[in-house]
């Protein structure tokens, strides 16, 4: 396999990130969740045929870092930007996703990264937006300018995609973790995964 595999992520910091979890969950178990998705993620990618694996990170690596992975900083600006530069980072065909769905798993990763130079793979989102984008030949600027964030952000990235004239492959739709109840619904998907694990040790916590 010649392709690259991308996660963008920040480090799982107290009051950085998972706001919107609570608070039904407290920030720092806001931030463990995020850890347990992220290794999640992590174990996921390293268990996909790759020739390379990048995680482009905002924040310092942890205890949580395993081993196979290249850390490259992400540069500034809009999540447009970053994702355009984590692009930018690869030759040949790469596959990005983020740390928003610990239910991810090989089998859904490597026909993402199976790419001829004019195809693309799309991994849609529940809520409008994306959590797998795919390109068999690097075009940063196929990501700048996307409106991120928003409930069409898939809509219109998908749509570049194909103005390009890239043959599109998609892939399944996936639920993002974002809010508590999406929380409890990923983890039913993945009930062995250190993300369910870390949730049900919150006795009590939440709604469902």
């Known amino acids: 396999m010649n392709g ?11 009051g950085r990130v998972k706001t919107r979890l609570t608070p039904a969950f407290s920030p720092q178990q806001a931030a463990r969740l995020a850890e347990a998705a992220l290794r999640d993620t992590l174990d996921a990618v390293r268990a996909t045929p790759a020739r390379r694996r990048v995680l482009v990170l905002d924040g310092a690596p942890g205890t949580w870092l395993t081993p196979g992975f290249d850390v490259v900083a ?4 809009g999540l447009d930007e970053r994702l355009a530069h984590a ?6 065909p790469a596959l990005l996703v983020g740390m928003d769905t610990p239910q991810l798993t090989p089998a859904l990763l490597a026909p993402g990264l199976e790419l001829a130079a004019d195809e693309a793979s799309f991994g849609a989102a529940e809520d409008g937006g994306f ?6 030949a690097p075009r940063p600027a196929l990501l700048r300018g996307v409106p991120m ?17 890239l043959t599109v492959r998609e892939l399944p739709v ?11 619904a ?15 040790s919150f006795a009590g916590a939440g709604a469902r």
């Open 4 to 14: 690259t595999l991308l996660v963008i992520a920040k480090s799982p910091l107290p």
């Open 74 to 77: 992400q540069c500034g600006g």
């Open 87 to 92: 692009f930018g980072l690869c030759e040949g």
């Open 131 to 136: 959590w797998a984008l795919g390109l068999g």
């Open 149 to 165: 964030s928003s409930p069409s952000t898939g809509a219109v990235q998908r749509a570049r995609l194909v103005a390009k004239g």
């Open 174 to 184: 996936l639920r993002d973790v974002d809010t508590a109840a999406d929380a409890f």
């Open 186 to 200: 990923v983890a039913a998907l993945a009930p062995r995964s250190r993300f369910a694990a870390v949730l049900s």
